[in-house]
Structures are given as C-alpha cells and as structure tokens.
C-alpha cells in the first residue's frame, strides 16, 4: 500500500489567509522533503527535514521527531504565488536513498 | 549552485522502439535518480545510482535501463515504448542518499 498519504488533495484559500497540508507515513520515516511544483512542472525543493522544524519566510515545515509517522506544511498569509502542487516524500528508516512520494495538495490561492 | 540538465526536453516515439532519456548535473552530486510522473499523481523512483557506475532497483525499474557513465551523468532508457504511453521523467541528484534532492525539469515522452 501507500507509504506516503497526503491530504487535502487540493486546497483553495484566498490571499492573506493561513493553511495547512499533511503528510501521514504508514511506517517511520528518517527524513522527509517538501516540494512544490509550479504549472511548468518544475519542482522545487522547500524543505529536508531529519527531525524538527524548519521556517522559510511564510512557510513552515515540522516533523514528528517521536514517531516519525508525520510531518506538516504550514502557509502563513498565502500569496497567489504560492499556487501549484505541493509534494511531501520521505525515506522509510533502513532504506538507503529510496524517497516514496506522496500523491500530492493542488493549492490555489484565490484573490 | 548548479543546474540539472535533461534532454530532450520533449520525446515523441514509436511503439515498441528503444528511447534514451540524459541527464547532467554540475553540483558534483554524488546520488542521482529518475523518476517518471504521470499526469495529476506523484512522482516514482525507477532508478536511482549513489556513485559512478552504481545503479539501484527503484519500485518502477521494469521495462527500463539506466547507466551512470561518469558522476555527472545519468541516462535512462525506454527499452519498449508503449503505445499511448504519456509521461514526464524527472531526473534529481543529491550530495548523498540522505540530503535535498534538486530537480531537472523534466523530459515529457508521448508514444504514438
């Protein structure tokens, strides 16, 4: 099955507003990255977290340093720059370099 | 910084032939990877090298081949393209197995 469940699948909210996406592993995860992929498909790297939380601008990440079974994506004030997909993807504890990703959150940030 | 660069960018082939897919990086990464994304899902690792001339299985890695020539580069090949088979392959690298993965920006296959 799916090692890697994100949620929601897809996400409105209007400029200035606050969310959150969730990524929930079905095993415990030795690290997980962030991404998100703009409408040309480009994908960028957020954040890599092994443990903790990591900020960048309006943008927050966390992860479960107990159960290492989840990890979270927090949008402060959304800009409509902030639109596209947002992929998380992880590596199971006792893999080498093997990331699963999730399915991916459509965000749309409405004016 | 560096970049990641894939060629073609777009590859239109024939049912059953063979199509190579490159990849080049100039971070001096030691890992790199391909996946292969289908329209609206995720991506899934079909390769994956963590040192020149090292390959490694991902979940996708049937009906495909890889070669990790040098460290900088990484190529993937189709070894049957399938009819109506539509899809973008994503190569990445990292410095190790266990840090950021940088994206290349695609090469997007259609098999008529």
């Known amino acids: 099955g799916d090692q890697v469940e994100q949620s929601p699948s897809a996400l409105s909210l209007h400029e200035g507003t606050d969310s959150a996406l969730r990524c929930n592993f079905t095993?415990?995860?030795?690290?997980v990255q962030w991404f998100r992929q703009n409408s040309r498909g480009s994908l960028i790297s957020l954040f890599y977290?092994?443990?903790?939380t990591k900020e960048n601008g309006r943008l927050k990440s966390a992860f479960d340093s107990k159960e290492r079974r989840y990890s979270t994506l927090h949008i402060r004030d959304a800009q409509l720059e902030d639109s596209g997909t947002y992929f998380c993807?992880?590596?199971?504890?006792?893999?080498?370099?093997?990331?699963?990703f999730g399915s991916g959150t459509k965000v749309i940030v409405l004016p | 910084g560096g970049i990641i660069t894939q060629t073609p960018k777009f590859l239109i082939g024939q049912e059953g032939q063979k199509l190579t897919l490159k990849c080049q990086q100039n971070?001096?990464?030691?890992?790199m990877y391909w996946y292969r994304q289908d329209s609206g899902k995720g991506l899934r690792l079909i390769y994956y090298s963590i040192t020149e001339n090292d390959l490694q299985k991902g979940d996708l890695s049937e009906g495909y081949d890889a070669s990790r020539e040098k460290k900088s580069s990484f190529s993937l090949t189709v070894t049957s393209a399938q009819k109506n088979e539509m899809a973008v392959f994503l190569c990445?690298?990292?410095?190790?197995?266990?840090?950021?993965?940088?994206f290349g920006p695609g090469t997007r296959l259609l098999v008529l």
């Open positions: 971070f001096n990464h030691d890992t």
């Open positions: 993807a992880a590596v199971p504890t006792g893999f080498a370099s093997a990331l699963t």
């Open positions: 095993t415990t995860m030795r690290s």
């Open positions: 990445a690298s990292s410095l190790g197995g266990e840090d950021t993965q940088y």
């Open positions: 977290l092994a443990s903790g």
